[in-house]
């Protein structure tokens, strides 16, 4: 039988959290012969599961850009807000001018 490698982090954890209880001699010996037989899987699952400086770099450069364009995109915004106040008013007043000449 197959076992996938979430299941078996499961079954570790679920031993791990059985470690330091007290149990009959053959269910004991049944956690300790797992653990055994699992030791180089979990290790090896444990090892690929962390992350590598280079990503951790990768990363905190993706974030410091991210904030820094969410800041620009944040002033882009707001020109762009008073850029279409001002011709709304513009707008208005052409509106005015046109009533005043009509």
Request: cysteine-free; proline content about 0%; hydrophobic content about 45%.
């Amino acid at each position: 039988m197959k076992v996938k490698k979430r299941d078996l982090l499961r079954l570790h954890n679920a031993i791990h959290a059985l470690e330091g209880k007290v149990f009959n001699v053959k269910f004991s010996y049944f956690i300790a012969k797992n653990k055994v037989a699992m030791r180089d899987e979990i290790t090896a699952l444990e090892e690929a599961r962390k992350v590598s400086d280079e990503y951790k770099k990768y990363d905190t450069e993706r974030a410091t850009l991210a904030q820094q364009y969410q800041i620009k995109m944040k002033m882009v915004l707001l020109k762009f807000k008073v850029i279409v106040l001002l011709l709304l008013q513009m707008l208005n007043y052409f509106k005015k001018i046109l009533k005043d000449l009509e």
